[in-house]
């Protein structure tokens, strides 16, 4: 189904592999949760975050599999997105007029199931709000990142991965603030080139 699913002992994990094989050594099940929500918390907008995720959506939407991005702060620049690997033919943008707009249908596509990717920029959003995209998300097929700024770290989250991005010496810095199983305390180095815009 597009997807790469690894069984771990009393349960399914179900997960996306991220294209980045020091990242997927640290996440439990080696990849992207799927049927969970993720939190990447950018230490400002543009340090890389679309890099993190790009690899997994251009294998998803190479498979036919659909992904979709709610509410980006940019409209999203195709031709780099085609140059990423990214068929945009299975790509959908959906825009929100308001915070909301975002959450009603952040929960619609999650609960219809008919995506394989969700990438939804969510800067303002309480733990309840959280709460039910987490339980729609359980019905999804596929990944659900939020993009969340950095101050959200201080907050509860019912996210089961959480990672926090920031550039040192021109690399991109990635810390895992939460994941299942044993934390892990050493930041990683994520080998990317240039940060794309949404």
């Excluded at 080696?30 to 929500?37: E, R």
């Excluded at 097929?141 to 550039?167: D, I, K, M, N, Y």
């Excluded at 939460?178 to 934390?183: E, I, L, Q, Y």
Aim: glycine share 8%; net charge positive.
């Amino acid at each position: 189904d597009g997807l790469a699913a690894e069984l771990v002992p009393a349960s399914a994990a179900r997960t996306v592999p991220t294209g980045f094989a020091t990242l997927d050594r640290e996440l439990p099940g080696g990849g992207w949760p799927a049927g969970a929500l993720t939190e990447i918390l950018a230490a400002r907008e543009g340090v890389g975050e679309l890099r993190m995720v790009l690899p997994a959506l251009a294998a998803l939407t190479a498979s036919g599999k659909r992904i979709a991005w709610l509410a980006p702060p940019h409209l999203p620049y195709a031709p780099a997105l085609a140059a990423a690997g990214v068929s945009l033919e299975h790509l959908v943008v959906v825009r929100a007029p308001g915070r909301r707009d975002a959450l009603w249908a952040a929960e619609l596509v999650l609960r219809a199931g008919a995506c394989h990717a969700l990438l939804a920029w969510l800067p303002s959003v309480r733990y309840a709000e959280l709460r039910r995209l987490a339980v729609a998300a359980e019905a999804s097929p596929g990944f659900t990142v939020l993009f969340r700024p950095p101050q959200a770290a201080c907050e509860s989250s019912p996210c089961c991965l959480r990672l926090a991005l920031e550039s040192s010496a021109g690399r991109l810095v990635a810390r895992i603030l939460k994941r299942r199983g044993a934390p892990l305390t050493a930041p990683l180095c994520i080998p990317i080139g240039t940060p794309i815009r949404a």
